[in-house]
């Protein structure tokens, strides 16, 4: 019986500190459903958003992936001005999260970070995009609302991306948007 109390005391106290350490955040309502886009492509990379700025250590852990939500937002910007020969492909997505509580309103901000090769009728460009982007946020005394933030969060940053690879893709091709 001790060993069992033993036992249960360790799993307990194993969880206390770490309880909010890794946290899952849906992203389905960022990922909306669309045609496919075989020009567009973000390659999988480090699922892990770390949160800094709190009173104890988060990592967020997207599901679908970080990158999937990119991608989808990328495609949702950038689908309406696609034309024949333009090709994106990005890799190394990474983004963190930091929180600003001493702000009035308190605030979290994204720093994303991708690097993308536009082809914009043969003429091929390699570039690194970093954005970051703030929302206002309510946070308790040691956390915030991760399933609202994260994904708007990722929206804005996303948006941002997408709108440096639409220059990069019109400067590149200055007859592409015609």
Same mark, same amino acid.
Do not use: F
């Given at each position: 019986?001790?060993?069992?109390?033993?036992?249960?005391?360790?799993?307990?106290?194993?969880?206390?500190?770490?309880?909010?350490?890794?946290?899952?955040?849906?992203?389905?309502?960022?990922?909306?459903?669309?045609?496919?886009?075989?020009?567009?492509?973000?390659?999988?990379?480090?699922?892990?958003?770390?949160?800094?700025?709190?009173?104890?250590?988060?990592?967020?852990?997207?599901?679908?992936?970080?990158?999937?939500?990119?991608?989808?937002?990328?495609?949702?910007?950038?689908?309406?001005?696609?034309?024949? *020969? +333009?090709?994106?492909? $990005? =890799?190394?997505?990474?983004?963190? !999260?930091? %929180?600003? /509580?001493?702000?009035?309103?308190?605030? @979290?901000?994204? *720093? +994303?970070?991708?690097? $993308? =090769?536009?082809?914009?009728?043969? !003429?091929? %460009?390699? /570039?690194?995009?970093?954005?970051?982007? @703030?929302?206002?946020?309510?946070?308790?005394?040691?956390?915030?609302?991760?399933?609202?933030?994260?994904?708007?969060?990722?929206?804005?940053?996303?948006?941002?991306?997408?709108?440096?690879?639409?220059?990069?893709?019109?400067?590149?091709?200055?007859?592409?948007?015609?």
């Amino acid at each position: 019986m001790k060993r069992l109390m033993a036992i249960a005391a360790v799993a307990v106290l194993s969880g206390c500190g770490g309880a909010n350490d890794r946290v899952p955040v849906r992203l389905d309502n960022v990922i909306a459903a669309g045609p496919s886009s075989p020009w567009l492509t973000v390659e999988p990379a480090t699922n892990i958003v770390p949160v800094s700025g709190l009173d104890h250590s988060v990592k967020i852990e997207p599901t679908p992936e970080l990158t999937a939500g990119v991608e989808a937002q990328l495609r949702k910007a950038l689908q309406p001005k696609y034309y024949t *020969d +333009l090709i994106v492909g $990005c =890799r190394g997505v990474q983004a963190s !999260v930091s %929180v600003d /509580k001493e702000a009035t309103p308190a605030t @979290a901000t994204m *720093d +994303l970070q991708a690097t $993308c =090769r536009v082809t914009s009728r043969g !003429v091929v %460009v390699l /570039k690194s995009y970093r954005v970051r982007q @703030a929302v206002p946020v309510k946070t308790t005394a040691t956390d915030l609302d991760y399933q609202a933030t994260i994904p708007r969060l990722l929206e804005l940053t996303s948006e941002d991306v997408a709108n440096q690879i639409w220059a990069t893709a019109t400067t590149a091709d200055p007859s592409a948007h015609k």
